[in-house]
């Protein structure tokens, strides 16, 4: 028989540190959980087992703690989030054919050992899955560990069998046990020899192979008298350390294996279970559905009246004289609801269109952007939408892992005959919950007519310049080519220069530039070490502009390419539900992400054009995330700043430096402007001054003097920490909630994140609301004046439009007066407008 058995606590907690924090609705916390579960997954790949073995830690002493007091003192307590999903693995384990083993007074290490003794004394073959070393004490002919390790900041499985602990240590297995008597075990607190570590350790244990025949062989001259001196007076605690450290092989537990082959899996609870957890993804996976699901807590009480089949037309005349209309739209067929009756028709069908485009009657749906965007590729403009369930959810939950329908009606405990019945039932859930949290009005004025803002944007798209991108992409060709012989010609020899490994070599081992750290994997070649180096290295210089020029071509020259339609335009898809901010995301192409920075890629806006007879305006709002924070801080001295219509950045600097405005030079400007943006996302000292290149003590003295300056901000920043602890969650000015599950965490690198998310969140988010009540006050405005520009694009805090170049000068006006009206603060919101032939003319 082939046994696996698994260290539960020691994986699961690697998965709780390893994945960012994941909760449920409700708020329970699943990231070990789902972590433990992946993992497990890919050990039975690799290991085949005909049965498995949970193993785990009472917490409870067992013999080493009465062995030795100081045994495994001073660890940290496990931390409560952690503590609370111990109990629901060990509910899920046995469901899914997994024995569950644990045994008072002994640690789950001892209940690995004495399986793995069982397996060889009855020639079975054991696998022993674990992120402790300590089991490599186990290993045997027919024992291998499998520990989990990471590699390069990913999670990977070392297999050790008994030549590779040879290989890797030069020693056998049980001798793993008196090389912790020597050097001891600071995780676990067992002492070992004092002043012997695990250099010296090793070569000890190589040479005289345990403890006994080392305290023999102490008058042998090749043992340095140092090292003699500290074994004698060790020799207690060695003995101590080789008992603490040794595995235990008679653990109570059952050892009889065949009880562990094949136990069946209990499908029914197990996706009742996984459903409550919301493990939706793991459970398609594994092939499990949550019909069987029970409804939470909060779900609706009453029973819900199926609904009657019926014919179309009495469906569609149950919606005239209701007013109301539910439609599920999938595939080519939309299922209605209306008046207790359902049936399905095609969305596009004569009859039904008069509906969707009838003001007067509410409807609701899901994934509304999709249903618009099918009915103005008709010709044809929605009207009366009312809710949309995947955007209710989203505003609800921003953070869950997707929207589609049936995860969400198994979420919220919704069960139905039908798509639309099971969407209608959702819809009635979500709109008190909508209302209890303030965000009913988010929906109803800003994400429902934003959707079909974005679908119009979508069906329009962007007219590209194919030809001038092609050119530019084989221009980038030739510079590359030029970049990359350099390079070669610096290092002497010809290399691939996207191996990091080969590129590693050679500037560190044969130019001999001053290395970062060397790790295991070698010397790092990313681009924060290259950057402190480029200024002295004109060969790192070419090699950094290299990887950005590869990259424009790939991702903005051959990426761009395939993606434009026979029309000339490339349409990008916007996602309202990405973010955890609120701010609109582009896919396929990623249209916001055209590079900026540099001037060769500011250059790639030469290809984004009117077309004849149009221009492109552009609009970006000045600043609007410093303004946000000035009205949310209630910042008096940068608002009047912003109000009077000085440049922020220099008179920050002038207070930063303490000059006069008009000495602050370009270099101070920059600075303080890197402040200014950094103090809203979180930045540190540290990351700050790598970002402007000063000093760490430098860039202190900034982030101080900035505080010392705008003094309301500091407080309105650990306001904001507060209440987001207090509530659970950071809000927008506009009541859009980012709920924060990271603060509660016992982690200290996980909560300072959302400390960070807290702060920046309100500003970030408030911002982003703005940006989308502008668009759809000018999108609304271009109606109602009858002008035929079109938005065609959105990137962060800029919009852009093609309009007939006779409208341009009343479309500048219009995109100043609505975007600049779109939010009332107490700081103006500034908005520059600039037009021209292309994108790269009109932003100015």
């Known amino acids: 028989m082939r046994l696996m058995v698994i260290d539960g606590n020691s994986l699961m907690n690697r998965a709780f540190y390893g994945i960012r924090v994941l909760t449920t609705r409700d708020g329970r916390f699943t990231n070990a959980i789902v972590g433990f579960l992946n993992m497990m997954d890919k050990l039975k790949k690799q290991a085949e087992p005909e049965g498995i073995a949970v193993a785990f830690d009472l917490h ?18 496990m931390p409560e989030e ?21 045994a008072e007074g ?11 003794v069982a397996a060889s004394r009855n020639g079975d073959e054991c696998f022993l899955a674990t992120g402790d070393r300590d089991a490599f004490q186990l290993i045997g002919p027919r024992v291998t560990v499998l520990l989990a390790a990471t590699r390069q900041g990913q999670p990977e499985t070392v297999v050790m069998d008994e030549a590779a602990l040879k290989e890797q240590y030069g020693l056998t297995p049980p001798q793993m046990i008196e090389l912790k008597a020597l050097m001891g075990d600071a995780s676990d607190r067992i002492p070992g020899v004092p002043g012997v570590g695990e250099k010296t350790a090793l070569g000890l244990v190589q040479q005289f192979g345990d403890l006994d025949t080392l305290y023999a062989s102490l008058e042998d001259p090749s043992l340095k008298p140092a090292v003699v001196k500290k074994l004698i007076e060790g020799r207690e605690s060695a003995y101590l350390s080789r008992t603490l450290g040794t595995i235990r092989t008679d653990a109570p537990v059952d050892t009889d294996l065949s009880h562990y082959r094949d136990l069946p899996w209990q499908r029914e609870e197990l996706a009742r279970e996984m459903t409550g957890l919301e493990l ?34 009495q469906v569609l005349a149950a919606a005239k004289e209701t007013k109301k209309l539910d439609l599920f739209w999938e595939g080519e067929e939309a299922c209605l609801l209306a008046g207790g009756l359902t049936a399905s028709l095609p969305l596009l069908e004569g009859s039904l269109i008069p509906l969707l485009t009838d003001g007067a009657i509410a409807k609701r749906t899901h994934d509304y952007k999709k249903l618009a965007s099918a009915l103005l590729a008709a010709g044809r403009t929605p009207a009366g939408f009312t809710m949309d369930t995947m955007l209710a959810v989203y505003l609800l939950d921003p953070l869950a892992k997707d929207y589609d329908p049936r995860r969400l009606f198994t979420v919220y405990g919704v069960a139905a005959p039908t798509p639309v019945e099971g969407m209608a039932a959702l819809a009635d859930l979500l709109e008190p919950k ?18 079909l803002v974005l679908a119009e944007m979508e069906q329009t798209g962007v007219p590209v310049d194919a030809p001038g991108i092609a050119a530019f992409g084989a ?29 590693a070599k050679a500037l560190f081992e044969d130019l001999k530039l001053p290395a970062g750290k060397k790790t295991k994997s070698g010397y790092s070649t990313n681009a924060d070490v290259l950057e402190k180096l480029k200024g002295q290295y004109p060969v790192v210089a070419d090699l950094l502009e290299y990887r950005g020029l590869t990259k424009l071509k790939s991702t903005y020259c051959d990426g761009l390419l395939p993606l434009v339609d026979q029309d000339g335009r490339i349409r990008s898809s916007f996602n309202q539900t990405e973010t955890r901010t609120g701010r609109i995301s582009s896919a396929e192409p990623n249209l916001q992400n055209i590079p900026v920075r540099s001037p060769l890629g500011r250059e790639l806006r030469r290809y984004f054009i009117a077309a004849p007879g149009c221009s492109l305006v552009d609009a970006d709002y000045s600043q609007i995330e410093l303004r946000v924070l000035a009205h949310m801080a209630d910042e008096p001295t940068m608002k009047a700043a912003f109000n009077s219509g000085e440049d922020v950045h220099r008179a920050t600097a002038a207070q930063v430096f303490g000059l006069p405005e008009e000495m602050v030079t370009p270099l101070m400007r920059s600075r303080a402007k890197a402040v200014n943006f950094g103090i809203i996302y979180g930045i540190g000292a540290h990351s700050l001054s790598e970002d402007i290149g000063v000093t760490y003590s430098e860039a202190k003295r900034y982030i101080d003097g900035y505080l010392a300056h705008y003094s309301a901000i500091a407080g309105f920043m650990d306001r904001m920490v507060k209440e987001a602890k207090e509530k659970g969650y950071a809000q927008t000015l506009f009541g859009r909630r980012r709920p924060l599950p990271e603060l509660q965490s016992g982690n200290a690198v996980t909560r300072s994140f959302g400390e960070r998310v807290a702060r920046n969140a309100p500003i970030q988010g408030t911002a982003a609301d703005i940006i989308k009540f502008a668009m759809i006050r000018v999108r609304d405005r271009l109606r109602r004046e ?41 700081v103006a919101l500034t908005v520059d407008v600039h037009s021209g032939p292309t994108w790269f003319d009109a932003k100015g």
């Open 60 to 77: 409870a002493p067992t013999f080493r703690h009465k062995l030795y007091e100081g045994y495994k003192a001073g660890r940290h307590a």
């Open 106 to 116: 002994f640690e789950a290490d001892d209940i690995l050992g004495t399986l793995a």
């Open 475 to 503: 221009s980038l060709t030739d510079r590359i080519d030029r970049l990359q012989q350099a390079v070669w010609e610096a290092v002497g020899y010809q290399f691939n220069l996207n191996s990091p490994k080969q590129l």
């Open 434 to 451: 909508l209302r209890e949290q303030g965000m009913d009005t988010l929906l109803r004025e800003m994400e429902l007519p934003l959707a």
């Open 786 to 826: 009858g002008l035929a520009a079109r938005l065609i694009l959105q990137v962060h805090d800029e919009l852009i439009l093609e309009a007939p170049k006779a409208e341009v000068p009343a479309v500048e006006k219009l995109l100043k007066e609505e975007m600049e009206g779109a939010a009332s603060l107490s």
């Open 280 to 313: 939706f993804r793991i459970m398609e996976r594994w092939g499990l559905t949550p019909e069987t699901a029970p409804a939470p807590a909060d779900a609706p009480r009453e029973e819900r009246q199926t609904a009657a089949p019926a014919e179309p037309e």
């Open 82 to 102: 952690l503590r609370a999903q111990m109990p629901v693995i060990k509910r899920l384990l046995p469901l899914m054919g997994c024995a569950v083993l644990e």
